[in-house]
């Protein structure tokens, strides 16, 4: 976990120094790579937009998610109510470009979050649960399970994609770069 954090950390900042320092967007910098191309197009960028495409179904279920949650504090009596929330929540986003305040949202549940795992961490210390040096040296090292191996080989793959070791966020990020520093 802690190498992948690093990982992901180390690809976005270089990616998005790339494309802040050359002005240009990871699409225009891939496009630029070698390798076959059609019509133009680099078979990364290409590679890029189908698995985007592919994501966008976990975009569609958090949007939803999102205006289920709304409708479950404020329904509406219309018969497609989800629907009406999810146009509202990705209007909201959009048209009235609301990124600021969503990302300052976002930092504090984040901070909240790590703040809530830290407390139970140190709360769980009083416990017959508590956790010790050597547990916490145990989870450092490179074993991935002697029970179940296959197991815990797809645990750690899955860790890796959730972690954002993905080409998605490393796509995104320097357009919210670019975006932070021409606004």
């Not at 976005?12 to 390798?35: K, Y």
């Not at 197009?41 to 994501?55: C, D, K």
């Amino acid at each position: 976990m802690i190498l992948s954090c690093l990982i992901k950390f180390f690809l976005q900042v270089e990616v998005g120094r790339h494309c802040l320092i050359h002005n240009r967007t990871i699409f225009e910098a891939l496009n630029r790579g070698p390798g076959p191309k059609l019509r133009g197009t680099s078979w990364i960028v290409l590679a890029f937009l189908f698995g985007w495409t592919i994501a966008q179904i976990g975009s569609a279920g958090i949007v939803g998610a999102i205006a289920g949650l709304l409708h479950a504090v404020m329904p509406l009596d219309a018969g497609a109510a989800v629907k009406v929330w999810a146009i509202v929540v990705v209007q909201l986003l959009l048209w009235k470009s609301l990124y600021g305040q969503l990302e300052k949202m976002m930092i504090l549940l984040v901070v909240g979050f790590s703040a809530s795992v830290v407390a139970g961490l140190l709360m769980l210390q009083g416990t017959e649960f508590r956790i010790g040096a050597d547990e916490v040296f145990s989870g450092l090292t490179f074993s991935l399970g002697e029970k179940t191996p296959r197991l815990a080989e797809f645990a750690f793959i899955s860790l890796i994609g959730a972690l954002g070791i993905s080409g998605i966020e490393l796509f995104v990020y320097p357009y919210w770069v670019l975006e932070k520093v021409l606004s």
